[in-house]
């Protein structure tokens, strides 16, 4: 196993292209290259150690997580802008965002004046400063998402929505069924049932989810299992499947599970390694069914039946896909039923 890791680590070494380095992410990420590079060719590690002044287990780390991943995982991993108390609220971003598509000629001293007719008292640099921060801060680039919604509405395609790719890697679908999310959630070791687990499928254009309780391993074939189920439930409801997105499992990253997808003409979006933020849709309704629905259940006098969980796990989506309001920043109180029926 160990001369496996070293000859990966070769490979990788042989064809990595050097980088300019301009941003402190990049120097960290040359550094790194540069320890791996240096125990490569002396074949001394600790003397490898003590030249760049880290400790050995920092430098297999770094070889382990190179030669599993590639060396774009020693990249540093951004870390979340903190919440700060004189932030915009959440209600005007929205009402500035679209207007800013509504009407992507304004200027931010145009768009502050708007943004006060309306009640909302805010000045044209923070304005800017937002529409900066959402790849908007420029008229060109405001136009650009214009046309690219409009391509996706109406089918109407221009050349400025051919030139930009206006959401990032953020989760965006036009229509249901364009964008489903997946991933697999360890509930835990219940008494009297065993090691259960779920796997879960929320739809990016209405938040309408789906979840299947395992007991015991998940594996390639209890996944390909799961995507024809909701490939059939979404069939059933006029919506096909076109793209899938799940992290690096196992039971995801499977020839098997590709192959289904493949089958069902599917697209399959993979996520960066140790990225869940870029599931963040089926992460966040994770989340969300552990706090109202397995904890309390865990706290209950409820039966440990295999029968009593699946029945309370189908009492709860009813609940979370018709009644419950989902009041994040995209739903904005709206239920995952309400989205469905306005595109039936």
């Not at 879960?200 to 799961?226: C, I, P």
């Not at 909701?230 to 499947?241: A, D, E, L, S, Y």
């Amino acid at each position: 196993m160990r001369w496996a890791r070293w000859w990966i680590l070769w490979f990788l070494l042989q064809t990595h292209e050097g980088t300019t380095t301009v941003t402190s992410d990049q120097i960290v990420y040359q550094q790194r290259v540069r320890v791996l590079d240096h125990a490569r060719q002396t074949g001394n590690v600790a003397a490898t150690c003590r030249t760049f002044g880290i400790s050995r287990k920092t430098f297999y780390k770094w070889r382990n997580t190179a030669a599993r991943y590639g060396l774009a995982a020693l990249r540093p991993k951004t870390k979340r802008p903190p919440a700060m108390p004189n932030a915009t609220p959440t209600h005007v971003l929205e009402v500035l965002l679209t207007l800013a598509i509504t009407t992507p000629t304004l200027g931010c001293r145009q768009c502050a004046d708007r943004l006060a007719d309306q009640g909302f008292q805010i000045s044209k640099s923070t304005v800017q400063n937002l529409l900066v921060a959402h790849r908007l801060g420029r008229r060109h680039q405001r136009l650009a998402r214009a046309a690219a919604i409009a391509a996706l509405t109406t089918g109407l395609v221009t050349e400025v929505a051919v030139e930009d790719e206006p959401f990032g890697f953020c989760h965006w679908a036009g229509k249901p069924g364009a964008l489903v999310a997946v991933d697999s959630f360890y509930i835990g070791n219940l008494k009297g049932v065993g090691k259960v687990y779920q796997l879960t499928a929320v739809d990016t254009y209405t938040r309408w989810a789906m979840v299947w309780l395992v007991h015991g391993v998940v594996n390639k074939d209890v996944s390909v299992a799961f995507f024809e189920r909701i490939w059939t439930t979404w069939n059933k409801m006029g919506f096909p499947i076109k793209a899938i997105v799940a992290d690096n499992g196992p039971e995801y990253k499977a020839i098997a599970f590709a192959d289904a997808l493949a089958a069902k003409n599917v697209e399959r979006i993979k996520i960066p390694a140790r990225s869940p933020n870029h599931n963040a849709v089926v992460e966040r309704f994770q989340g969300t069914m552990l706090q109202e629905c397995w904890r309390p259940r865990s706290t209950g006098s409820a039966s440990p039946a295999s029968a009593s969980c699946n029945a309370e796990a189908d009492a709860w989506l009813t609940t979370y896909n018709h009644r419950r309001r989902n009041h994040g920043d995209y739903m904005a109180g709206r239920r995952p039923i309400d989205l469905l029926e306005l595109t039936s």
